[in-house]
């Protein structure tokens, strides 16, 4: 076996301590680049070595592809892990690296090309043969002809703006009576927000549920798909807690492989090895369904691969090594299996009671749950300061049990266990997730948490537990008598006697 | 040991003598019982919970945030009272509440522990003393005026 010998982890936070801890797995040393504000992370912590990189904005380090590539040379690095967000998408970077003579630890520069504009990536799963939103794709020259689509697709219907983002320039219409109205709002709105007023028309996904297809390919020609993970639970288009399997497929137990399949297909067409992630939207539709319908490829390691791992248990980073060393992917699609049920929710540095507003501050208090079938992916430590610069995840805490409920209930074990204090976070707030009877029932979809929300009653304060935080802060002042320890028992008894 | 709570805006007190403890909040609920605190483990009538302090005021107790603060009922200390009671000493309220009786005007000549000012602070009336005997050089406080903590009442020369 010829992997590498040393690997730079271009990434922070929790995902470069993922890698660190793959490479000391595997006896590959590592080098953690880091920014000033991660001078002391637990990535750097945990490293074999540590290269700067820069100031702490992402543009003066993280983002860096000169620096980056510099450290690696510097530290005689044989390969970079971009990790996830950063430079991991990033196909100028790749080509820089192979410039280099350095192995970027994901897909080949040609396929993130392919991938990377959402436009392109619909063409080319369109010509692959696999599903898409129905819609006329380009922009409507007319009311007519919005009419005639709109018709053809059957109603409700969703306008978009082409040029268009964050929702801007859209219209949900339900009936042929409202759409020469919404087609004039929705035209005038991405006029003024996007300086093009050019709108066209796509099926509206009802109870949409976001699904994605985990995928592995090998230099050999070798592409197997490693199931679905469902990431419908979401706030502000950011995914919060993510399974699998997706508990749609309990009742449709041969829609894995029709979305695994039809993920396959658009990685074939793009030329893609390594660790990818096909992403589908998935209708609520129960007649004649559920429908699926392709978004987009994330050309790198997702942030909620360990439920995966935990469900397959296969190591993704493991293989996105191997992979880029040119090793060829031993695992055949039937050696590939699902057991159990894997559960993660993301542990932000944010405030639920005030629309996520990210929240930086110091780690007063730090205890870590641990125990059966729980995995924690961290990325801090007692005393660190979150920094501001970055993306507020804090860890991913992930639960596996032989069933979905056994894992949400150790899921919610865990979350009870955590202390996190210092910071304000979302850990009290999965837990009344957890409890929620829609959610327990597994009927997701990506307006849950809107929903949520509305329906989500406001915690009595426990009368005890404000006893108990009273009694402790009354005698904080107190100064407690630290009793001299007598070990001479512990030195002069056998180990029968203490273990009587 | 008495001590006065505010928790989330609301007030409380909590008595706490040996191992009993007695927490009252203002609207009558009430825990009494028997109590043992080990670091941030507190075991309440057989109850288990897990307390850590975070930033600032908040608190947390098994998974829970609440922020809460807790005074001293018994002496609602003058400000400076920590340094040598010689020189300016500027008394000040320690927690929020309302002026109920200014005690002295402005040149009189006070003794040390002598009342300066009542103030009313959750449904307690607390005499701010003299830290020193001396001169009144000021007064900040005005009856039925709310103060803040930290707002300095009085000036003693």
């Known amino acids: 076996m010829s992997l590498f010998r040393k690997v730079l982890v271009a990434n922070r936070g929790e995902i470069a301590v993922r890698v660190v801890r793959a490479l000391r797995d595997l006896g590959i040393a590592s080098v953690a680049a880091y920014s000033d504000a991660d001078r002391a992370s637990l990535a750097v912590q945990l490293a074999d070595e540590a290269a700067h990189l820069g100031a702490s904005p992402s543009s003066e380090s993280y983002l860096r592809i000169d620096r980056v590539i510099d450290a690696a040379k510097r530290h005689g690095a044989e390969a970079i892990h971009p990790g996830y967000g950063f430079l991991s998408e990033n196909a100028e970077f790749a080509d820089a690296c192979a410039a280099a003579g350095i192995v970027f630890i994901g897909p080949p520069a040609g396929a993130i090309r392919k991938l990377g504009s959402k436009t392109a990536a619909r063409q080319l799963a369109i010509a692959a043969g696999a599903p898409v939103v129905p819609g006329t794709e380009r922009a409507l020259s007319s009311w007519e002809e919005a009419r005639a689509a709109a018709n053809s697709l059957g109603y409700p219907v969703l306008l978009k703006a082409s040029a268009g983002g964050g929702g801007k320039g859209m219209r949900r219409v339900d009936r042929e009576s409202e759409l020469q109205a919404a087609l004039r709002d929705a035209a005038s709105e991405a006029g003024r927000a996007f300086g093009n007023s050019d709108v066209y028309v796509e099926k509206l996904v009802e109870e949409p549920r976001h699904i994605e297809i985990q995928i592995l390919g090998d230099h050999h020609g070798r592409l197997i798909h490693l199931g679905e993970r469902e990431c419908s639970i979401q706030r502000r288009h950011q995914k919060v807690i993510e399974e699998c399997p997706s508990p749609l497929m309990s009742s449709h137990p041969d829609l894995r492989q029709k979305m695994g399949q039809a993920a396959l297909k658009v990685a074939r067409a793009a030329g893609y090895t390594n660790a990818g992630t096909v992403e589908f939207l998935v209708d609520g539709n129960v007649d004649h369904g559920p429908n699926f319908y392709f978004l987009e490829v994330n050309t790198r390691l997702q942030v909620e691969h360990p439920v995966t791992e935990l469900a397959t248990g296969l190591d993704l980073v493991e293989w996105q090594l191997k992979i880029a060393a040119g090793e060829p992917l031993t695992l055949k699609q039937t050696d590939v299996t699902w057991r159990g049920s894997a559960i993660e929710c993301r542990i932000y540095a944010e405030d639920p009671d005030h629309d996520f507003m990210p929240a930086p501050g110091t780690v007063v208090h730090l205890s870590e749950p641990a125990g059966p079938g729980i995995r924690l992916d961290s990325g801090i430590s007692e005393g660190w300061n979150v920094p501001l610069e970055y993306d507020p995840l804090l860890a991913k805490l992930a639960a596996w049990g032989p069933t979905r409920e056994t894992a949400i209930r150790r899921l919610d074990r865990a979350l009870s266990e955590y202390v996190l204090t210092g910071v304000r976070n979302n850990i009290a707030f999965f837990r009344e997730v957890l409890a929620d009877t829609d959610f327990r029932g597994g009927r997701l979809s990506t307006l849950f948490l809107d929903r949520f929300f509305k329906r989500r009653k406001k915690l009595e304060a426990d009368p005890e537990f404000e006893a108990a935080a009273a009694l402790v802060l009354a005698l904080a002042s107190r100064r407690a008598e630290v009793p001299r320890r007598d070990i001479r028992r512990w030195l002069e008894s056998g180990r029968e006697e203490l273990l009587r | ?157």
């Open chain 2, 1 to 157: 040991m008495k001590r006065q709570v505010m928790v989330n805006g609301r007030s409380a007190n909590i008595e706490i003598d040996g191992s009993q403890l007695r927490y009252v909040r203002d609207e009558g609920v009430e825990i009494e019982g028997e109590f043992s605190l080990e670091g941030t483990s507190v075991l309440m009538n057989g109850r288990s919970y897990r307390v850590s302090k975070g930033a600032g005021t908040e608190i947390w107790v098994n998974g829970r945030r609440l922020t809460m603060e807790v005074f001293d009922s018994r002496d609602l200390r003058p400000g400076q009272c920590a340094t040598a009671n010689h020189g300016r000493q500027e008394i000040a309220a320690s927690m929020p509440g309302k002026v109920i009786r200014v005690l002295v005007a402005a040149g009189d000549t006070v003794e040390e522990g002598q009342g300066l000012v009542v103030v009313e602070a959750m449904k307690m009336q607390n005499e701010m003393k003299s830290p020193k005997a001396g001169r009144v050089a000021e007064v900040r406080a005005r009856p039925d005026a709310t103060v803040g903590a930290g707002e300095i009442l009085v000036v003693v020369e």
